[in-house]
């Protein structure tokens, strides 16, 4: 739904589909919220430049008519690593936007940071932080993720693709502590494999995969829990630190990770049955983050 002017911004929902058709037989009955507002500044500073935005709020770019130019996948989901690596070579390639508009913001419950991993990666490499655009006449780089997008923009002809550094593998079993101790300014990634028994594998055929979470242990005594999408770590994602706000994304995008918090150690732990209980992680280093 939009507003009756650029001056007004214009009013984004979360419908179900009763929803959707309750609003369409009566007008009125589901909340407009929250509007969307980008200043005139920031609109300016994008101007007619090719944009591509992330995750998923296309909309915005086409209230504002701006000058959209997507990647080949554009709306994050649970990518494979082919499916990643398709948009990773878009940010690559020197045709790539000349701005791209990201968010840190999670989709079902899962860890923002390593979805579109290598993808992200690709930015940090070909592009250079260029400030950011509050929502809503927002002035400061706000933890609610949804209120504010980075403004990334290319390094023009640049082009560097991520190179990793093999740190060796171990075993271990579901529900195992996995601790690990990184320097403060590395950026360490894990590739994660795991195998389905076979009740496991009669739901994926039914297209009912079993769900796995995984919870991360940091330096300050704190924790937190993400849903785990199994294609997303059969790639490398970051696990040395916590890129969670869009505060914490410009620390990754700026070479700032020491300002993140350390994860101290990790566990998967399944939620559904369906799971081998043993496993194999990988562990490497971005050798040019």
Avoid at 218 to 245: E, R
Wanted: with cysteine.
């Amino acid at each position: 739904y939009r507003g009756n002017s650029l001056s007004t911004g214009y009013y984004l929902n979360y419908l179900s589909p009763f929803g959707y058709f309750s609003e369409i037989l009566t007008p009125g009955t589901v909340p407009k919220e929250p509007i969307r507002l980008m200043t005139d500044e920031k609109r300016k500073q994008i101007g007619n430049k090719t944009v591509d935005i992330i995750p998923w709020e296309i909309e915005l770019l086409q209230y504002y008519d701006m000058n959209y130019k997507p990647r080949p996948l554009p709306q994050t989901c649970g990518y494979s690593g082919f499916a990643d690596s398709l948009n990773a070579d878009f940010f690559y390639q020197p045709t790539r936007p000349d701005v791209v508009l990201i968010q840190n913001f999670p989709l079902d419950n899962k860890y923002a940071t390593w979805d579109e991993s290598i993808s992200k990666i690709s930015l940090h490499l070909n592009y250079h932080y260029a400030g950011f655009a509050g929502m809503n006449g927002r002035t400061e780089l706000q933890d609610d993720v949804f209120e504010s997008y980075l403004i990334m923009e290319s390094n023009g002809a640049q082009k560097a693709w991520p190179q990793f550094e093999y740190l060796g593998s171990r075993k271990a079993k579901l529900d195992d502590t996995i601790a690990i101790k990184y320097a403060p300014d590395e950026a360490v990634y894990i590739k994660v494999k795991f195998k389905y028994n076979l009740r496991g594998k009669l739901r994926r055929y039914l297209f009912q995969p079993p769900n796995m979470s995984a919870a991360l242990f940091f330096d300050d005594g704190s924790a937190c829990v993400f849903k785990a999408t199994l294609p997303t770590l059969l790639q490398p994602v970051l696990i040395n630190k916590f890129v969670l706000s869009n505060a914490d994304l410009k620390n990754f995008f700026t070479h700032d990770l020491k300002q993140c918090k350390n994860v101290i150690s990790f566990v998967f732990h399944p939620i559904t049955f369906g799971f081998e209980r043993d496993y194999e992680i990988e562990f490497f280093r971005l050798k040019n983050y």
